[in-house]
């Protein structure tokens, strides 16, 4: 996990949409899954069925199930699909904190961001120098409330592309937010950003007491193809808490991603 830890301080994407009927048992599902965490960094995924302990913690019960239909797709807390016109991608995780600034300070907030998803929710409307493209709402998905909202990136000079994508106006040439559990350093975050029009899209739930962030990111020039295969990822999560998954009954809400 040492890699996926760097790559926390940078190097990938986000996520979209509410359920579809699930299987009653959860816990019967992971059997015949992959733990992604169990999968280098990266690495091609088969398609087939995954799950992931969003909270980097063994001891708790909270897992996320979801699916990867169709190959392509790279491991990513979620995943991760890469093409030469940008990429895409699914990031479930339990955000600890946010960077001071995206540009020009990436040292994590002090003090921390609150642990209610209010407290993540304003952290991130008010994160510079992001736009926000849809504001929070309350709303109702995978069987848990929550807020969801939209984040874009603005017109900021770049240079180069892929791997070698400096932001020229920011620190390290990097550009920076949310904080997985993994990113242990000071400075580390994701920053997963191929440049201006980036968005991503935000669900942040209360689950039993957790706060879980399921995130769907979006290159400016994504194909339509790939943002197909985002949605039928985000359509295709469960959640379960603790030894079963959530009433299904939630809340359906656009997909501003397709």
């Known amino acids: 996990m040492l890699a996926l830890a760097a790559c926390g301080s940078g190097d990938v994407t986000e996520p979209t949409t509410p359920p579809t009927t699930p299987p009653t048992s959860l816990g019967d599902q992971t059997e015949g899954a992959q733990d992604i965490w169990e999968i280098e960094p990266f690495a091609p995924l088969e398609p087939g069925a995954y799950f992931i302990d969003p909270d980097f913690d063994p ?74 493209t849809s504001p929070p709402e309350d709303v109702t998905v995978y ?57 991503e899209e935000f669900w942040i739930l209360d689950v039993e007491g957790t706060r879980l962030m399921i995130a769907a990111g979006r290159s400016a020039d994504s194909p339509q193809q790939d943002l197909e295969e985002l949605r039928a990822i985000l359509d295709s999560i469960q959640i379960e808490p603790s030894g079963g998954i959530a009433d299904p009954d939630s809340a359906s809400i656009p997909v501003r991603a397709i």
């Open 59 to 132: 001891s708790t019960p909270l897992r996320v199930m979801y699916d990867i239909a169709v190959e392509g797709w790279s491991m990513w807390i979620g995943g991760a699909k890469f093409s030469g016109e940008g990429h895409v991608g699914v990031s479930i995780t339990t955000v600890t904190n946010l960077v001071t600034d995206g540009c020009s300070d990436h040292f994590h907030a002090d003090p921390p961001v609150g642990p209610s998803v209010d407290d993540l929710a304003i952290a991130l409307e008010h994160l510079a120098p992001f736009q926000v």
């Open 143 to 199: 069987g848990y409330s929550g807020t969801h909202m939209e984040l874009t990136v603005p017109d900021l000079p770049v240079e180069g592309s892929g791997d070698d994508l400096r932001f020229t106006a920011c620190t390290g040439g990097q550009l920076k937010s949310w904080v997985a559990p993994f990113d242990t350093a000071p400075d580390d975050a994701f920053y997963g950003y191929t440049g201006s029009g980036y968005t």
